[in-house]
């Protein structure tokens, strides 16, 4: 059985502080993609990694896949307020589009 | 629609009931998918369908979790004399063919078994 750890699960900092999210597995994936979802909502894709060792920007966020295809990180820099919310990393197999997702990671950032 | 769409938003029914949560997915989206999260967790894997056809049932916890899609759109999941451990946000996503392409998610169904 495929399985992503996350960490930490909860985060709360404060307004302008960097954060790094992790998530990590033993199996190796076609690709990994990272989920913000907002209470009430579904999540949504934030960035998709398939090449190992690919580092993706996306504004404040940077997005890195593990060289080995395990693995990756999600770290925000300047917090904002906005940025609160539950994020998810979910990795795929080949085996028709089916995500395996971590546990999730709960942000809050205080003004 | 625009968007990937569920019914009901929320439903409370009792331990034993029958439950059927339906999908609208995005028009022409060929594959959907549906999940299931428990309260702030991470989203486990129910079924996958291609088309009418779900070459993965894997994630269907127990016989009492059935779906079925028609028409190569909505899509009905069924909970057939649901326990209280069935409560939880079932999500419904959907993309344009299955595969690493973006799946576009629903707003889930929050079901509550009392």
Redesign the interface.
């Given at each position: 059985t495929q399985l992503?750890e996350?960490s930490p699960q909860f985060l709360s900092i404060q307004e302008g502080e960097n954060l790094t999210v992790y998530c990590n597995s033993s199996s190796v994936f076609?690709?990994l993609q990272w989920y913000r979802q907002e209470p009430?909502?579904?999540?949504?894709?934030l960035v998709?990694v398939?090449t190992g060792g690919e580092v993706k920007k996306l504004k404040r966020l940077t997005f890195q896949f593990g060289d080995a295809r395990k693995d990756s990180s999600l770290h925000i820099t300047a917090a904002q307020p906005g940025d609160t919310g539950?994020y998810?990393c979910?990795g795929?197999n080949?085996?028709?589009?089916?995500?395996?997702?971590?546990?999730?990671t709960?942000l809050s950032v205080k003004p | 629609g625009a968007g990937v769409s569920q019914s009901p938003s929320n439903k409370v029914t009792e331990k034993g009931k029958d439950v059927e949560l339906r999908c609208d997915p995005i028009s022409g989206h060929t594959a959907l998918y549906w999940y299931r999260q428990s309260l702030g967790q991470g989203l486990e894997f129910l079924i996958y369908f291609q088309g009418n056809s779900a070459p993965d049932k894997s994630g269907l916890p127990s016989d009492r979790f059935s779906a079925e899609r028609t028409g190569g759109s909505v899509s009905t999941l069924t909970i057939q004399r649901t326990q209280q451990e069935d409560s939880a946000v079932y999500l419904c996503a959907s993309s344009l063919v299955g595969g690493a392409y973006e799946q576009y998610f629903g707003p889930g169904t929050r079901l509550t078994v009392t």
């Open positions: 992503l996350q076609s690709s009430g909502e579904g999540p949504v894709l998709t398939v539950l998810l979910a795929e080949n085996q028709g589009g089916k995500l395996i997702f971590g546990q999730g709960e | -």
